[in-house]
């Protein structure tokens, strides 16, 4: 009686046919708040993954951007990311992957020489701007933009494919419900399903380190949330990824494992001098009352958040970052 009963649970067990993943920001330094072995715990996520796809008819695997924390990364954490990284593995480049955030400069980041490791073996990086026609993977067709692509997104001249599920990457900041009111050139999950929704049967999206899906017409987007708890303010975070069933087009957060008591809060009274000096600038910077330095956020990604919500052209914002770079701000 008990082997037919366990039967009837494998023969009841989906199998997904794809994960969706984001912002894994891998990193051979270890965040000032976290007290443990970062490269373990780094790998451990990695393998998780690795089992989460073998135990899903070794199902593709989709991040949404950062698959890097810093866009030159050292050798050593290329050859780790050769070893570790979960296969079969689709990926696009989000800022933080790219030098200076800029895509006319990839061809220097670390990501760039992963995908000319592997030349598409197991691993698909897909890098083009202006990527007009969908990236086929068996029973997908994926468009992937990379970070500061999506307003040279013609969208209306993208090919039929009603054989395939459609997937849009992006790696572009977008909000649950409602964006705050500093953040004025920002998406909420609302506006891309909107704008998209019609196109695609999902919308997989990077950057905010907060996971949330929502559902519209058909179209569901998924915003997975980083990976790694790397700051003080995710130590209750409950990092995840999402198992995607085509048939249904429907997703199931599956949670990565997760050790309690590996924050300090120590680094916050050495920290909030170093960045005084550094947010001055960004004050100087601002020219909206409404805009805010988020409370507890790195200078870095002050300057993120700052230029998501502002118009800053592309110049501007290659110097800034160049200067960012080069340890001059």
């Not at 046919?17 to 976290?34: E, G, K, N, W």
């Not at 593995?89 to 790219?98: N, V, Y």
């Not at 199931?252 to 494992?257: G, S």
Request: hydrophobic content about 35%; overall charge neutral.
């Amino acid at each position: 009686m008990m082997e037919r009963t366990e039967i009837k649970k494998k023969r009841r067990k989906r199998i997904a046919d794809a994960i969706f993943v984001s912002d894994i920001h891998l990193t051979d330094s270890c965040p000032v708040s976290r007290t443990d072995d970062y490269i373990e715990t780094q790998r451990v996520k990695l393998a998780f993954l690795q089992k989460l796809s073998e135990k899903n008819n070794n199902c593709v695997i989709l991040n949404a951007g950062d698959l890097f924390h810093h866009w030159k990364a050292s050798p050593w954490l290329c050859l780790f990311t050769y070893q570790h990284l979960p296969r079969p593995f689709i990926t696009i480049p989000g800022q933080h992957d790219l030098p200076m955030h800029s895509l006319a400069e990839k061809e220097k980041s670390a990501l760039y020489l992963l995908k000319m490791i592997f030349n598409n073996g197991g691993v698909h990086v897909l890098m083009d701007s202006d990527q007009s026609n969908f990236f086929r993977y068996g029973d997908f067709a994926i468009i992937g933009k990379p970070y500061g692509t999506l307003d040279r997104f013609k969208v209306e001249a993208l090919p039929d494919e009603k054989e395939r599920r459609k997937i849009l990457i992006l790696h572009n900041l977008v909000w649950q419900n409602q964006s705050p009111s500093w953040s004025k050139g920002s998406f909420t999950d609302r506006d891309l399903l909107k704008k998209y929704g019609k196109y695609f049967d999902v919308i997989l999206t990077g950057d905010n380190h907060a996971g949330f899906v929502t559902e519209q017409d058909g179209c569901v987007l998924v915003n997975p949330g980083s990976m790694l708890r790397a700051t003080i303010d995710q130590e209750n975070y409950e990092p995840r990824c999402y198992l995607y069933y085509a048939q249904t087009n429907e997703v199931v957060p599956a949670y990565f494992p997760v050790k309690s008591g590996v924050h300090s809060r120590d680094h916050f009274d050495w920290k909030k001098e170093g960045d005084g000096r550094i947010s001055a600038y960004i004050e100087w910077m601002n020219r909206d009352r409404d805009w805010a330095i988020g409370g507890g956020l790195s200078f870095k990604r002050n300057l993120e958040l700052y230029f998501e919500s502002h118009q800053v052209s592309e110049k501007i914002r290659y110097l800034i970052w160049k200067h960012y770079e080069e340890g001059e701000l």
